[in-house]
């Protein structure tokens, strides 16, 4: 079971942390995100050996990381802006795989029930 926390409101520019705890050990983890209206995507990834894998559009502005002694990944997201906007949702494989972590969503079995950002002017 994963639970997704740290939602919220707030302006251009701000920043968030996003936490999703794990029931059980969690070696890798992806973030992912849907808007109304579109498709969902994906935002960041993490391995077992801590690599991680970003959409172009986040790159330099979130940052994924995990604490094992917790079964916690976070998403810190910093910078925000209007196109932010989404429910995030937090996902874990059966298997971690060997190398980058994949930004996949279809690589991805378990699945949180979403945690809403919305980023205001």
């Known amino acids: 079971q994963l639970v997704e926390s740290g939602g919220g409101s707030v302006q251009a520019g701000g920043s968030l942390r996003l936490s999703c705890a794990a029931s059980s050990s969690l070696r890798c983890a992806g973030w992912f995100r849907q808007a109304p209206g579109k498709q969902r995507e994906a935002v960041a990834s993490?391995?077992?050996?801590?690599?991680?894998s970003y959409a172009d559009s986040v790159q330099e502005r979130f940052t994924i990381s995990k604490d094992s002694s917790k079964n916690t990944v976070y998403l810190q997201m910093n910078n925000l802006e209007l196109e932010d906007s989404a429910i995030y949702f937090c996902?874990?494989?059966?298997?971690?795989?060997?190398?980058?972590?994949?930004?996949?969503?279809?690589?991805?079995?378990?699945w949180g029930q979403g945690t809403q950002v919305t980023v205001s002017s």
């Open positions: 996902a874990a494989p059966r298997l971690c795989p060997v190398g980058t972590p994949t930004l996949e969503a279809e690589r991805y079995a378990f």
């Open positions: 993490i391995g077992r050996g801590d690599a991680t």
